[in-house]
T-cell receptor, first 111, second 114 residues
């Protein structure tokens, strides 16, 4: 069963705008990770945030984690056409093996 | 440094046949994970191998199996293929000591079952 649920399912914005995607999950976690997938190809790891962290930055990416609400957000600032992809959150849940992925948010950046 | 590689990139099989997919992890990684990404179902965890042993499997029938070789490469075997096995199969590798923290994914094998 899916652990993470991304919201929205799809998002289309103009180049230069910021894109925000949310992820909710159900069980306690060790960490939460965000991945990007271009056109049904392999996944690219973007950022990992541990359960004791609240916010993390990597370049134009900002991830927040609220363990009390079991939710995370991924913010991409100053979006570019090359950011067009599907974005997945994945949880490393306590007592589980293997990452559990949500169904993803499909992001389209219009030039 | 080479990333995770998978072969073949694309495959077309017919129902009832058997298929073997291959994965080579990043050098130094001992853990290999297999995932299925079927249309509408998202990414589903299939199998985890570490140090040559199966450590865990997801909610898939026994006709999905695999193995890990001494060089840490891995094979995924699917017997008695069904139409719903059509999917992108992704392999990922990591250091065992990091657990599932950061998995590095290959480009995937796209399987179509007719």
């Amino acid at each position: 069963s899916q652990q993470g649920e991304e919201d929205p399912q799809a998002l289309s914005i103009q180049e230069g705008e910021n894109a925000t995607m949310n992820c909710s999950y159900k069980t306690s976690i060790n960490n939460l990770q965000w991945y990007r997938q271009n056109s049904g190809r392999g996944l690219v790891h973007l950022i990992l945030i541990r359960s004791n962290e609240r916010e993390k930055h990597s370049g134009r990416l900002r991830v927040t984690l609220d363990t009390s609400k079991k939710s995370s957000s991924l913010l991409i600032t100053a979006s570019r056409a090359a950011d067009t992809a599907s974005y997945f959150c994945a949880t490393d849940a306590l007592g589980a093996d293997g990452l559990t992925f949500g169904k993803g948010t499909h992001l389209i950046i219009q030039p | 440094e080479a990333g995770v590689t998978q072969s073949p990139t694309h495959l077309i099989k017919t129902r009832g046949q058997q298929v073997t997919l291959r994965c080579s992890p990043i050098s130094g990684h001992t853990s290999v994970y297999w995932y299925q990404q079927a249309l509408g179902l998202g990414l589903q965890f299939l199998l985890w191998y570490d140090e040559g042993e199966e450590r865990n499997r997801g909610n898939f029938p026994p006709r999905f199996s695999g193995r890990q070789f001494p060089n840490y490469s891995s094979e995924l075997n699917v017997n008695a293929l069904e139409l719903e096995d059509s999917a992108l199969y992704l392999c990922a590798s990591s250091f065992a000591r990091e657990g599932q923290e950061t998995q590095y994914f290959g480009p995937g094998t796209r399987l179509l079952v007719l």
